[in-house]
């Protein structure tokens, strides 16, 4: 459809508090909207057609239109009275519906006629080549930083396994606790994410810029008092995760190093949040390469050259993080500065990053627990299962990297769309980043049923292992499509900052999950039977964010 819509909830996107919106709105969403499309009006028959606009960046196609979905057009008439207007699926004909609009205090059956360019086709085919590659743009460089963030374990792995059996079991209770922070806190990335795209979809550049600013200082201020905690805590923190002896005396070294550069994380959660809410996904990219080749070298330098142990591994680490933190407040600094003439705390800002934080965390937690809880069965079935169940959940965590690539594009463009007014657009998108998350579910599906031969054997040279591994891995198959759908669709409502509906969904899907995997123990049924389960638990969760997706709560217009 090639009309130009100008939605009553995006009229002032505009005239936002912070001027333009940045590069990466503007390429999605096309520069501020000007004036309300025509409109010729018959008052007698109460008709409103909307005139095509042949030279409008932004093109509606009509496949991704829906019956109930709202927004508002201006009804042409001298009083300029907004009227609801709503489209069902254009099959090759102009649509009428029936609304109303209230002039004058009444309400009058209004009948709108939507003129529809002759060239629906060519229109929706461009829209939806335009999505492709804004995804595309958006995920490859998202997937490289993804791949990136693990290099520093892989590396610390790597070069402290070297160093002995202590050193490496205390990397690992040390390791836990600092990627369970990491989970904490991850909110600081996808809620900013979500808030950041919504303000500047909507022209409120001041505002994003705004909340840039508050989420680095709450991450300043979360990342010391979470480190002064642990520090505190850390010899009952690590023992109640079986750390003992010469393991715990390598772990707390190592534990207490890494403190110093927590809040950096935390800064760089908040930072790279803020360069994905403005649809910039190539300077995370940077920092992330950058940050992991200067950890291998420095730590290369350190542990090998010069002799120095666990705590040189962390030192490492820890001033990589501060490198990449120097450079995400730098970037957000600078966004801020023609709107923010001083740095200090705004309440209402931090009180909404508090309660996105709870959303979140309340949806980590429930995910983290179901696959604790799969560990710990396939633990009690036995040992080769749970070698077996490991190695397949490590293949799952890797594959879920590139999916996650795909979500991570949806969030910062579903909050431009839905920003800027334009639900049809955002419903498209989420249409094309799911059927993008289902091809390339398929393909790591295939991908691993092609694999079963090969893989098991790089992870165990046990025949039970690598038998049982090589099973699983038909499960992980049969699981990865759905994986890729759901994997999309929560980035779409995270996107839509529908945080809260993504907590109760996922603790359905765990509450449903958890007494089937207590049924696989009691009944003996074992590993296979848990991977069942687990496919279960991954369905529910696609059942969960399917309906949402499919229904319109989540559309919610304008840069709240």
Sequence with gaps: MSARWRSGSAAGSAA??????????????????????????????????????????????????????????????PAACPAAWSFGPLLGRPRQTLARRRCGGGDEPLALGVEVATAREPAAAEARRRWDREIFRLAIPALGSLVAEPAYVLVDTAIVGHLGTPQLGGLALAGQLLLTVFAVFIFLAYGTTAAVARLLGAGRAGDAARWGVQALLMALVAGIAAGAVLYGLSDRLLRLLGGEGEVLAQARIYLHISLAGLPALLIMLAGVGYLRGTLDMARPLKVAALTAVGNLVLEVILVYGLGFGIGASAASTVAAQWVGAALYVRWVLQSARPHIAR?????????????????????????????????????????????????????????????????????????????????????????????????????????????????????????????????LMLHLALMLPINGVTFALDGVLIGASDLRYLAGAMLAASGLFVPLAVGVRLTDAGIGWLWGALTVFMAARLVGVGLRFAGHRWVRLGGQ
């Design 343 to 471: 740095l200090r705390p705004d309440v209402a800002v931090l009180g909404r990053l508090v309660r996105t934080g709870g959303s979140l965390l309340v949806r980590t937690s429930a995910l983290h627990a179901a696959f604790l809880a799969a560990a710990a069965v396939a633990a009690r079935i036995g040992v080769a299962d749970l070698a077996a169940h490991q190695i397949n959940a490590q293949l799952f965590g890797f594959s879920a990297l590139a999916l996650d690539a795909l979500a991570i594009a949806a969030q910062g463009m579903i909050g431009t769309m839905l920003g800027a007014g334009d639900a049809a657009g955002a419903r498209g998108v989420g249409r094309r980043v799911t059927w993008w998350g289902l091809v390339f579910g398929l393909l790591a599906g295939a991908a691993a049923v092609g694999l079963r031969p090969l893989l098991p054997d790089l992870f165990s040279n046990d025949a039970a292992v690598v038998s049982l591994a090589g099973f």
């Design 16 to 77: 936002g508090s912070g001027g333009a919106p940045a590069t990466g709105a503007e390429r999605l969403i096309g520069p501020a909207r000007r004036a309300a499309p025509a409109a010729d009006a018959e008052p007698a028959s109460g008709r409103v057609r909307v005139a095509p606009s042949s030279s409008s960046r932004w093109r509606a196609p009509h496949k991704t239109t829906d019956s109930a979905l709202r927004g508002r057009i201006q009804c042409g008439s």
